[in-house]
């Protein structure tokens, strides 16, 4: 099988990856590594991180660890001062990173729980990236890719969620919309500066060790459903993400910006 290195490389970009060791962001970033970029993980869990990527680390890989809530402005402004520092340059960011644990109705949601998973969901998007545009403005040259949702212009079909009861909550779909509206100002008014902003809305990509921990019979309906609504009839590998995240972040995107790339198999076609 063809490798992506085959027709694509970054070389030495420096880019920073939020939510980097995560069901995603993990796939993501061996890809970057494999590109021969220089990847930093903002993040808060340095074990997750070490785990994940322990081959990684051991091979000598260029991908590094840097802590931060990217919910605290301090944290940010610090860890992006820190590859600064470092590298001279930040070259791609991509805004990975989501607190998607929070599920309920809208007629079951507290105020509290709207404002907070709402906060999780865009908030460190807007901060990173506030801090990176700075750093790219010097360079005239950046890239942004925010990782979206297919809830950022769909909503659930409530049946498909009500035995595992885990349906997005009304705050999170607020918040993938944002995602949207934020990518196509920020390219609007970056592209001055050549800072291109786009998004990724990944389809159907359960975490397959944590849906099997919860009711087999449940779980094979589920799929089952969810997998008849999906041309190609299954749900996504995290792989199958990261090609166009790498594409985007390369200089073969170079006249590409305010644009939505949708990963899900087909199943918003219908």
């Known amino acids: 099988m063809q490798k992506i290195s085959d027709y694509l490389k970054l070389d030495n970009k420096v880019i920073i990856v939020t939510g980097g060791y995560g069901h995603l962001g993990s796939a993501i970033c061996k890809d970057l590594i494999s590109l021969n970029s220089k990847v930093f993980c903002f993040g808060r869990d340095f074990k997750k991180f070490g785990k994940i990527f322990k081959k990684e680390i051991k091979e000598k ?38 607190n998607s644990e929070f599920r309920s109705d809208s007629h079951n949601i507290k105020f509290e729980d709207w404002k907070n998973s709402l906060h999780s969901t865009i908030s460190g998007y807007f901060l990173v990236s506030k801090h990176c ?51 196509k100002y920020l390219a609007s008014i970056l592209a001055e500066h050549n800072i291109l902003v786009n998004s990724v809305s990944p389809g159907w990509f359960p975490k397959k060790k944590k849906i ?35 594409f985007l972040s390369s200089e073969k995107s170079s006249y590409i910006t305010g644009q939505n790339f949708v990963v899900d198999g087909g199943y918003s076609i219908w």
């Not at 991908?63 to 931060?68: D, E, G, L, Q, S």
């Open 212 to 246: 099997l921990k919860k009711n087999k019979k449940k779980v094979k309906k589920y799929i089952d459903e969810i997998t008849s609504r999906i041309p190609l009839m299954r749900i996504g590998k995290p792989e199958e993400i990261s090609g166009i995240v790498s």
């Open 133 to 183: 545009i700075e750093k790219m403005k010097s360079s005239k040259n950046g890239r942004i890719i925010n990782i979206s949702s297919l809830w950022d212009s769909l909503a659930p079909i409530k049946k498909i969620h009500s035995d595992l009861l885990n349906s997005p909550s009304i705050s999170m779909v607020a918040g993938k919309g944002a995602t949207s509206q934020i990518t």
């Open 61 to 98: 890989k260029k991908i590094y660890f840097v802590k931060c809530d990217i919910l605290k402005e301090v944290q940010v402004i610090k860890a992006v001062q820190k590859v600064w520092k470092q590298e001279n340059k930040v070259d791609v960011l991509i805004n990975n990173a989501i």
